[in-house]
């Protein structure tokens, strides 16, 4: 599936870790991962609030253990 992360504050990298390409996002700045491409997102030196995520969503994101 696809992703779209936005960040709301500060900066952040994306690397596309089978093409080893990175993307610089500032604030404001949105990015959409293509179905089957494997990525990191890392923040900013002061930090980031990204919101988004994967699209439709993972259901397995709002599994709840049986420890919560």
């Known amino acids: 599936m696809e992703a779209v992360y936005y ?3 500060g900066s952040a990298e994306v690397q ?3 093409a080893n390409i990175h ?3 500032i ?3 949105m990015v959409l991962v ?3 491409t494997r ?3 890392a923040a900013g030196l002061e ?3 990204i919101v988004g995520g994967p699209c439709p969503a993972d259901p397995q994101m709002y599994a ?3 420890s919560d």
């Open 16 to 18: 596309d870790l089978d």
């Open 39 to 41: 990525y990191c997102i």
């Open 34 to 36: 293509d179905p089957g």
């Open 7 to 9: 960040v709301f504050a």
């Open 27 to 29: 604030q404001g700045g």
């Open 64 to 66: 709840v253990s049986e």
């Open 23 to 25: 993307h610089q996002l």
């Open 47 to 49: 930090g980031s609030e």
